[in-house]
């Protein structure tokens, strides 16, 4: 089954921008701990199935034709004969292939070039409008870079515009080339190039304890960011995990329900719209950065966020105010003195 293809079939019929996201150049070091052995334990010291199986070994069962060594991308980071405790194996895991690498594999090119032509793939089949490299910067060196080169090449032929391309942690020169993504985190303040943050109402994959105990991010909280991230000249990528079937439970529905709602009514202030030349007001700072979310302090009534579009200034309140009144000072009689 083409799950791919399906997806982007059915975002199509649609209408819609279809996105994909690319992790796999991080393949090489996290499977290294399949060519490693238990340290401790009856079978201490015994190589697991990755470190000895071969195509040749999948005749007869279900995996019959693959090649084990492709799976597991190789043995680049096997650990040594003779590490006698869990702790020490841990600690030359962590030391190694436990760190956040992004360099091509040290005596693997067959990895490099296998994940070459697959992202070759997925842009010749699927014709993405984004791609998403869950990387600092772009993939595997000068590889990313001609990969993404492919890929703007190839949206021109086919669209005439060119598609989103999402990196990590870039350095100012690098923004004008592509997009940078703060996961799960913010900026504070008016960016001068588009950027984009990308956070999900649970964790990444579906977590059913988050619907038994009703512990997504509410709507609310989702459209206080979505203002915060598009006042600053940032777009919001919200992921709703799924179940395994491709399904989303009761509370997931409410939620989107939730937003649907809010967008029917403010929706003007959000597509299409352009940062205001300050992007808000109020008490509530945030820090820069990725993964700063669990530290955020709630916002109020207080904070304000300006947007704009075809000549209207939209400004957002971040809570309901309790007295029913907003006060913006930002557009009052002394702060908009000589501006016109």
């Not at 089954?1 to 992790?23: A, C, K, P, Q, Y």
């Not at 070039?113 to 993939?139: E, T």
Request: with cysteine; proline share 6%; glycine share 10%.
């Amino acid at each position: 089954m083409d799950i791919v293809g399906t997806w982007e079939r059915l975002v199509r019929e649609r209408g819609l921008r279809f996105g994909v996201s690319n992790h796999g150049a991080h393949a090489w070091h996290w499977w290294q701990t399949a060519y490693g052995y238990d340290a401790e334990g009856p079978r201490a010291g015994r190589r697991y199935d990755a470190a000895t199986l071969t195509r040749a070994d999948g005749a007869g069962t279900w995996w019959e034709g693959l090649d084990p060594q492709e799976l597991y991308t190789g043995p680049t980071f096997a650990p040594p004969n003779g590490i006698g405790s869990i702790a020490e194996m841990n600690a030359w895991h962590d030391a190694r292939d436990g760190q956040w690498i992004e360099t091509p594999p040290e005596n693997n090119p067959a990895f490099t070039r296998s994940w070459v032509a697959r992202q070759r793939d997925l842009v010749d089949r699927y014709k993405p409008d984004l791609v998403y490299f869950d990387n600092y910067g772009l993939p595997l060196g000068q590889h990313g870079l001609d990969a993404t080169a492919y890929l703007y090449n190839a949206s021109l032929e086919w669209r005439g515009e060119l598609p989103v391309v999402n990196g990590k942690r870039l350095e100012p020169e690098k923004r004008r080339g592509i997009v940078e993504t703060v996961e799960r985190g913010f900026n504070d303040s008016l960016m001068p190039e588009p950027w984009q943050t990308d956070t999900c109402i649970g964790d990444w994959h579906y977590n059913r304890s988050r619907f038994e105990h009703h512990s997504y991010v509410p709507a609310k909280s989702v459209v206080q960011r979505l203002c915060d991230v598009v006042s600053k000249n940032g777009n919001l990528l919200l992921n709703i995990p799924m179940r395994g079937d491709g399904s989303i439970d009761a509370d997931e529905r409410a939620i989107l329900g939730d937003l649907a709602a809010w967008v029917r009514v403010n929706g003007e202030a959000i597509f299409e719209s352009r940062p205001w030349r300050i992007y808000g007001e109020g008490p509530t700072a945030v820090v820069a950065g990725m993964h700063g979310e669990g530290g955020a302090r709630p916002w109020t009534a207080e904070d304000i966020r300006f947007t704009t579009r075809a000549g209207t200034l939209y400004a957002l309140a971040l809570d309901w105010p309790e007295t029913g009144k907003v006060h913006i000072r930002a557009l009052g009689r002394q702060a908009l003195e000589g501006r016109t």
